[in-house]
């Protein structure tokens, strides 16, 4: 029987950065459809719905997607496990993906690999399966995706120990750490696909101080430095142009991306001084509510 696989988009209006960035316009439709399309394009993916808060700042969020047909959901505005949680459980989810809304040019068939890393035969090479599965971590890891292709998956099971275990600040925003902190990875092995599609990935493999086995993927090739997330108006300056250089068109693939920058590298200059946030950038607002 087919899993039940919930990717979950999280969003809100009250960005620290960049507020109202989820509904900013890019080639004629709101940054958080481009995002939602193009997850719900991945095979592995059963339903997608967006998840947002119940704060009146948002509002405006739960009356797009409900004009535009989107499933959502509202939660806590801070402790974002708790709406994920929430969401999946309502879901009845048998595998939870992580997508932020942030991320436009977030690729269906990168969903795939995760999805199918958690539950394909693969699972197989640690005992009891993999709990958490991503294709990247936050330092001191290394990442070898673009920033802005971040996709994490875990089991309902996992999602709700964390849930109930979870205590920390940064453990209830930014959802999965939980999982996966202090992991050491212990064996890589190469992917092994059943379709056609080359293997362009291998999987960094351990398990975690809190008994979670985790598996991380890695592409063949470092594109780590990329930054393709919209966190401040010089990324929504850059995506913008990416969707300009595409007509508005959203079926471009990643590599489409990655031929457009090597071809004009001119517009990684736009937001190349962004610095990246972390797991330690807390919002210090949800610490002042608590």
């Known amino acids: 029987m087919k899993p039940n696989v919930v990717a979950i988009i999280q969003g809100r209006m009250s960005s620290s950065r960049l507020p109202g960035k989820i509904l900013a316009d890019i080639a004629g439709q709101p940054m958080l459809q481009r995002v939602f399309v193009r997850t719900s394009r991945a095979d592995s993916v059963s339903q997608t719905l967006f998840a947002t808060t119940t704060d009146a700042s948002d509002d405006p969020v739960a009356e797009y997607c409900d004009f535009s047909g989107i499933p959502f959901t509202r939660g806590s505005l801070y402790d974002v496990l708790d709406r994920y949680y929430q969401a999946a459980k309502q879901a009845k989810a048998d595998v939870v993906v992580r997508i932020t ?45 673009p920033i802005g292709l971040d996709i994490e998956a875990c089991t309902f099971k996992a999602l709700e120990q964390a ?22 990875f212990e064996s890589k092995v190469k992917s092994r ?93 949800a610490l002042k509510k608590s």
Not at 118 to 138: A, E, K, W
């Open 101 to 145: 809304a942030d991320c436009p040019v977030i690729d269906p068939e990168l969903i795939d690999d995760v999805v199918n890393t958690v539950i394909s035969n693969q699972s197989s090479v640690i005992s009891g399966g993999f709990d958490f599965v991503c294709n990247r971590l936050p330092p001191p890891y290394h990442r070898t995706y």
């Open 163 to 184: 849930w109930k275990k979870a205590k920390e600040p940064q453990h209830r925003e930014h959802v999965m750490p939980y999982f996966y902190e202090g992991v050491k």
């Open 193 to 285: 696909r059943s379709d056609l599609r080359p293997v362009t990935f291998d999987i960094e493999q351990g398990t975690s101080p809190r008994g979670y086995n985790i598996a991380l993927l890695h592409h063949t090739t470092d594109f780590g430095d990329y930054r393709w997330t919209v966190d401040t108006p010089e990324d929504l300056e850059f995506m913008r142009q990416v969707y300009a250089h595409f007509n508005g068109r959203d079926d471009f693939s990643w590599k489409d991306v990655l031929n457009l920058v090597h071809d004009n590298p001119e517009l990684m200059k736009i937001n190349a001084g962004v610095q990246h946030k972390t797991l330690k950038d807390v919002d210090k607002r």
